[in-house]
């Protein structure tokens, strides 16, 4: 079996997943938000393709689609890394540091906010509060909270374990 090949079942393997969300909802009327996060779980972000197929699943113009997922930040049409970093920038994180630390993330990596590393494995973006503010300043990779982050050794430390 070719790359190619594999890279199709793959895909229509995802969509499968989607589909079958789609076809056990009680009622498509009023789901699209509900949809587009199982899309952005099942696909790891929401690009034009899986936008259009949504479209034509729920009967809703693609136009409509884009505007949902362009208004809310916790949609993304860029996909994210391996390892997705968020750094908190809430009050409590911020008089803490933690713009050195975003600062830090992004030497590191060689990426900006909101973009992707060469390789796919790390993603960078910022978040208002995390509900950590006793830790301040943190950050966090996928789920795991990283918090007390007061160096460039620290952020070193942290994408050691990655």
Do not use: W
Request: charged content about 25%; hydrophobic content about 40%; glycine content about 10%.
């Amino acid at each position: 079996m070719g790359c190619d090949e594999c890279t199709n079942k793959l895909t229509e393997s995802l969509y499968n997943k989607l589909t079958e969300f789609i076809d056990e909802l009680p009622e498509k009327e009023g789901a699209l938000i509900l949809v587009l996060h199982k899309a952005q779980e099942i696909f790891g972000y929401l690009p034009k393709e899986v936008q259009i197929f949504i479209g034509k699943k729920l009967n809703i113009p693609v136009s409509q689609i884009y505007g949902v997922v362009s208004f809310y930040s916790f949609f993304t049409m860029i996909p994210k890394g391996k390892y997705p970093i968020s750094v908190c920038l809430g009050t409590a994180c911020y008089v803490r540091g933690a713009d050195k630390v975003l600062e830090a993330f992004k030497k590191e990596l060689g990426i900006e906010v909101g973009e992707t590393t060469a390789d796919g494995k790390f993603s960078l973006d910022a978040l208002r509060c995390v509900g950590a503010c006793g830790l301040a300043p943190v950050a966090l990779v996928g789920d795991k909270v990283y918090g007390r982050i007061n160096s460039e050794d620290d952020v070193k430390k942290i994408l050691s374990e990655y």
